[in-house]
Structures are given as structure tokens and as C-alpha cells.
């Protein structure tokens, strides 16, 4: 699929969005926001978008155990529900609601980010004049949790080949396979990690002198598009805080 906006147009707009999430007080605009995050990549089709908000699974226990929190422990304000002990306020409830709802929008745009590989952004920060060392860091890091998450996946798919059910473990088992595994995982992102920076090294990423490409990007007129939107999205919700 062609891409319409330039790279550093679609960083931008995510930078955006989870920016405003942090800012925005509000859970009606929240909600609007998280909205434009999930519909992000909208050109990849309605299954893609649904998938999107089934990938929201992965931290919907975080998500739960943070409102929760606020739920029970912020006690300012108007009280809405008294069971026993337990009095839930309006203020909890605005709480809860932010931060499952900020916490969404970060996730959304943190999978966005993730679909963009070490070309791309360095296609979209060589236009500012950034070094290719960050475009690299920043590249690593964007791709650190989904590799963690598909390594660990990889890693509990092959104990279940080998007839290991860790759903029957005792507890204590349970613990020390999670630690190995997660060891595991952690030590081949970081190989992985290397063997792209040497492969990098061989280019001659750190050479001096006019730099060449095989892939040269331009911005466009969707690009232009893209900065009204921006700004456009800043006039409406910065205004209103």
C-alpha cells in the first residue's frame, strides 16, 4: 500500500495524539481522541481497525487494576456509591476514566509507531537533520515491547510442544519459568539489537559527505493536510482546557 503521508507527518500526528492525552482533562474529549488514535491507520481496512481494539486484551488487566485503584482510593468530592466500607466519589470516577482512557490512546499510537521500521524513520528525521544514531534508538525502542511480546509468545508456544502445561504448575514453578523466560526473551531482543547495529555500521551509517538512498521520500500534499489537522486539533482542544 502506498503511503500517503511522509514519515515525519505521520510522527508527528502521533506525537499529537499522545501528547493531548496527557493534557486533556476531559473524558468527552478523551473519548474523541482515542477515537482518531484507533482509526489512525484506517486505510488498512475494517478488519485491521478491529484488531486494533482486540489488541487492547494485552493490558486490559492494567487498565482494570488502575481505575480501580482510583476508584476506591481517590475520596474527593460528591460521593456516588456507598457499599459498606467502600464509598466510590466523583472524583475517582473522573480519575478512573482519564487514565483508562489516556492509557488506551498511548497504546494505539504506540502500535502505530511500531509499524514503521528503522527506513522509515530515518527517512522522516534525516528531514530535521537528526543523527541516524537516534533514528536508530528511536527505532529500537518503538519496536522493544511488540519483539518482547512476540519472543515470550514464541517462547510459551514451544513449552506447550514439549508438553509443559504451566496453567498446572504450582505456583513457585510457575515463577521461575516466567524469570528464565523472561531472561531469555530480554537477552535476544538484545542480540537482535546488535546484529542491526553492526549490519548499520557495515553501511557506512556514520560516514561523512553527501548521503544517498534507495528510497527517497518527499512530502505532499497530504502532508500539507496533515499540519492543518494538527493545527486544527490543537486550536479545538487546547482551547477549551
Not at 78 to 99: D, K, P, W, Y
Not at 120 to 141: C, D, G, N, T, V
Not at 212 to 222: A, D, E, M
Request: proline residues 2%; aromatic residues 12%; charged residues 20%.
Amino acid at each position: 500500500m502506498k503511503r500517503w503521508l511522509h514519515p515525519l507527518s505521520y510522527i508527528l500526528i502521533c506525537v499529537l495524539y499522545s501528547s493531548l492525552a496527557i493534557i486533556i482533562k476531559r473524558p468527552q474529549q478523551l473519548v474523541w481522541l482515542f477515537f482518531l488514535a484507533w482509526t489512525l491507520d484506517w486505510r488498512e481496512g475494517f478488519q485491521a481497525l478491529a484488531q486494533r481494539l482486540f489488541r487492547l486484551k494485552r493490558i486490559i488487566w492494567l487498565l482494570i487494576s488502575i481505575m480501580l485503584i482510583q476508584l476506591l482510593f481517590v475520596r474527593t468530592g460528591e460521593v456516588l456509591l456507598t457499599l459498606g466500607f467502600i464509598r466510590i466519589h466523583v472524583a475517582g470516577l473522573q480519575m478512573a476514566q482519564l487514565l483508562g482512557l489516556r492509557l488506551g490512546i498511548i497504546f494505539m499510537v504506540a502500535g502505530s509507531l511500531s509499524k514503521l521500521d528503522f527506513t522509515l524513520y530515518r527517512a522522516a528525521f534525516s528531514k530535521i537533520r537528526l543523527p541516524e544514531e537516534l533514528s536508530f534508538m528511536i527505532s529500537y525502542m518503538a519496536h522493544l515491547i511488540p519483539q518482547l511480546s512476540a519472543g515470550f509468545r514464541v517462547q510459551m508456544r514451544e513449552l506447550k510442544l514439549r508438553g509443559i502445561n504451566i496453567r498446572k504448575l504450582p505456583f513457585k514453578q510457575k515463577l521461575e519459568i516466567y524469570r528464565i523466560l523472561s531472561i531469555a526473551t530480554v537477552a535476544d531482543i538484545i542480540l537482535h539489537g546488535s546484529k542491526q547495529a553492526i549490519a548499520l555500521e557495515m553501511r557506512g551509517f556514520r560516514s561523512v559527505g553527501e548521503r544517498s538512498s534507495l528510497q527517497t521520500l518527499r512530502f505532499g500534499v497530504y502532508d500539507l493536510l496533515a499540519f492543518v489537522w494538527v493545527l486544527m486539533l490543537i486550536a479545538v482542544f487546547l482551547i477549551e482546557l
